[in-house]
Structure formats: C-alpha cells, structure tokens
C-alpha cells in the first residue's frame, strides 16, 4: 500500500482540487485489510479516473483511496470478471477484439469500472447496468470483502444504492459473442457522434446536470441563453450546453458558482430544478 501527499488537480479531468496529504494506493486484498485503523472516523473518497468529480480547491482533509485493479478474466462463455479501474474505453477494445457485442457504448466514456458501477454511467440508449451481473466490493466500515448481485444495487438512470463507503473491487459482467462488423461500425459511429456534438476530455467532467424523460439539461440551459455564459474561467461550452469548460488556470469555485447560477436562471425561467450528475468533493465557500 503506498500514502503520498497528492495534488488532487493532477488525478481529475478538470485538473481542480488541493492538495490530499493521505492518498492511498490499494493494489490487493492485503493493503485492503491494512485500511481499517486509517479510515476510521474519516472522510474517505474513492477515486476512479476522476472524471465525474470536482474537487474543492482547499486542501482535503480525508482519505482519497485509489484502488489499482485491473486484471480481465474470462469465467466462462457468458461471464468475464473485469478488474475496478479498467478504463472503459479500453474494455470496449477488449470486447472488440474477442468480439463481444454490447460494449461499445463505453469507447468514449474516460472512466473505470468501479466509476461506471457507482455511477451507472450510460450512452446512446445503454447503461452499465445492462451488463452487470453481480459486483465484489470491500466494506470499509467491516473490512469484508462481499457479493453484491446487480439487484441489491438498484441501479437507475446514472445512480446506484447500496455503495457508500465501499470499494468495488470487481464487476462481473455478461458477454455474448457478436458481428464483429456491426461491433466496428458502432465503436465507430459513437465516436463520431461524441466528437461532432461533445469538447474533448480535458477541463471537463462530462455531463453537468443530469438528463430525465422529462427534458434534457443541455437543451433547457441553451434555451436559457446560456451557451458560452462564463464565471471566472469557466464557461457553459459553446458546442454542448451541458458541458461546462474549465480554462487551464481556474479554480473549481469558479464552477461551482456557474453550477449554482445555471440552476437558479433555469428554474426562474422553466420552473424546473436541474440535478448536479458531477459530484463536488470538499467545501466551496460562495
Ligand atoms: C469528456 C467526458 C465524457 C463523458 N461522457 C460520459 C457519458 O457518455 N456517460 C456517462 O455516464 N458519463 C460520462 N462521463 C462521466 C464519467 O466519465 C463517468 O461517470 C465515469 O463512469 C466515472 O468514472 P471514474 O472512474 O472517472 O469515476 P470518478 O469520477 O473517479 O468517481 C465517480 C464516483 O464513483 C465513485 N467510484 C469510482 N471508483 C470507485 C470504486 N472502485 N469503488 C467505489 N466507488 C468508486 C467515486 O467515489 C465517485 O462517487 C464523461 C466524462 C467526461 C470527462
């Protein structure tokens, strides 16, 4: 198990956050069981890639724990196990090269595994959840290591329950044999799509505000006027309303006060209450 001093900014896709003097690399289930005196009675964070997070620019006073998971085992012809911090856009190679359908919606996606559980993260029509089988997680409050089948997780649109103050160690997922055509075409065609409607994965978190049957969060701001709309260094993004792009040199309040401006003008003018998708982690003093 390796505890460093971290610049938080150096481990998020919008690069924010100070310094966390007790970041914890956990690589096996023996660092797992050194954790238990080192969380107790703290704040302690999970962190994947860090992008769906946006961390205070003071200093954190909790644990960030970083698990370093990553082996991909087949169990059988329906099952694989995939590790928590695989990188989504790699399983969707991985499925590409042994020709498992379904994945493709994860190319464009700059999580982990363990992101995607927690967040149940989605694209064209899919979300993680379609996949899950049942997922291993450590308890950070008994130290056991436990078998969550996909229905103890009540997964729904970008949200999970059961999983606080636990690590996802692994997912198990189903795979069934595809076209390896149709699979190309798909990483293909999302790409595109991401490309000519999202801005890259730097300075970002990807979708601000959660989307609902109701409406779409990025089509509510722009109606709002609020394209380009910009708070010290931080603007709502030009291309997707519901990206908002941080300039290298700016703080995440900065994000948080345009977070909070774009709730208010769009529930003066639509009377309707956006949900944050992004996580702000620390305190944000307006
Ligand atoms: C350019 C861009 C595009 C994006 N597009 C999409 C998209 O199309 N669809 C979508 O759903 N999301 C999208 N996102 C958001 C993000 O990539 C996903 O939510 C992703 O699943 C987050 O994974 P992560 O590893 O970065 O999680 P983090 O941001 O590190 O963490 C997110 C949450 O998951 C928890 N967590 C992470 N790992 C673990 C673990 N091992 N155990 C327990 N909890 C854990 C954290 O505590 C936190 O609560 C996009 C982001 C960017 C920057």
Same mark, same amino acid.
């Given at each position: 198990?390796?505890?460093?001093?971290?610049?938080?900014?150096?481990? !998020?896709?919008?690069?924010?956050?100070?310094?966390?003097?007790?970041?914890?690399?956990?690589?096996?289930?023996?660092?797992?069981?050194?954790?238990?005196?080192?969380?107790?009675?703290?704040?302690?964070? $999970?962190?994947?890639?860090?992008?769906?997070?946006?961390?205070?620019?003071?200093?954190?006073?909790?644990?960030?724990?970083?698990?370093?998971?990553?082996?991909?085992?087949?169990?059988?012809?329906?099952?694989?196990?995939?590790?928590?911090?695989?990188?989504?856009?790699?399983?969707?190679?991985?499925?590409?090269?042994?020709?498992?359908?379904?994945?493709?919606?994860?190319?464009?996606?700059?999580?982990?595994?363990?992101?995607?559980?927690?967040?149940?993260?989605?694209?064209?029509?899919?979300?993680?959840?379609?996949?899950?089988?049942?997922?291993?997680?450590?308890?950070?409050?008994?130290?056991?290591?436990?078998?969550?089948?996909?229905?103890?997780?009540?997964?729904?649109?970008?949200?999970?329950?059961?999983?606080?103050?636990?690590? $996802?160690?692994?997912?198990?997922?189903?795979?069934?044999?595809?076209?390896? %055509?149709?699979?190309?075409?798909?990483?293909?065609?999302?790409?595109?799509?991401?490309?000519?409607?999202?801005?890259?994965?730097?300075?970002?978190?990807?979708?601000?505000?959660?989307? !609902?049957?109701?409406?779409?969060?990025?089509?509510?701001?722009?109606?709002?006027?609020?394209?380009?709309?910009?708070?010290?260094?931080?603007?709502?993004?030009?291309? %997707?309303?519901?990206?908002?792009?941080?300039?290298?040199?700016?703080?995440?309040?900065?994000?948080?006060?345009?977070?909070? %401006?774009?709730?208010?003008?769009?529930?003066?003018?639509?009377?309707?209450?956006?949900?944050?998708?992004?996580?702000?982690?620390?305190?944000?003093?307006?």
């Amino acid at each position: 198990m390796k505890i460093s001093s971290v610049d938080l900014s150096k481990i !998020t896709t919008y690069r924010f956050g100070g310094v966390c003097k007790s970041f914890i690399e956990v690589v096996d289930k023996e660092d797992l069981n050194k954790l238990n005196e080192i969380v107790l009675g703290k704040e302690n964070v $999970i962190i994947g890639k860090g992008s769906n997070v946006a961390f205070s620019d003071k200093e954190f006073q909790g644990n960030v724990i970083s698990p370093k998971f990553t082996t991909i085992e087949e169990k059988s012809e329906t099952e694989i196990t995939v590790g928590a911090s695989v990188f989504l856009p790699d399983l969707a190679r991985y499925f590409k090269e042994n020709e498992f359908s379904n994945g493709e919606f994860l190319i464009g996606i700059p999580g982990t595994v363990g992101g995607a559980v927690k967040m149940n993260a989605g694209a064209y029509d899919w979300e993680f959840s379609d996949l899950v089988l049942y997922i291993e997680y450590f308890d950070l409050k008994t130290s056991k290591i436990i078998k969550l089948s996909k229905d103890n997780i009540n997964f729904s649109y970008r949200s999970s329950q059961n999983l606080d103050n636990k690590i $996802i160690l692994s997912a198990t997922l189903q795979i069934e044999k595809g076209d390896i %055509h149709k699979i190309k075409s798909n990483l293909a065609n999302f790409n595109k799509i991401r490309k000519n409607s999202q801005p890259p994965a730097i300075y970002n978190a990807g979708s601000v505000f959660k989307n !609902t049957k109701d409406y779409k969060a990025g089509k509510l701001i722009d109606e709002a006027g609020l394209k380009g709309y910009e708070i010290d260094g931080v603007s709502v993004s030009e291309k %997707h309303a519901n990206f908002f792009i941080a300039k290298k040199e700016a703080k995440s309040l900065a994000l948080y006060k345009l977070v909070q %401006h774009v709730k208010q003008v769009v529930d003066n003018k639509f009377g309707i209450k956006l949900e944050e998708e992004i996580i702000f982690i620390g305190e944000f003093d307006l």
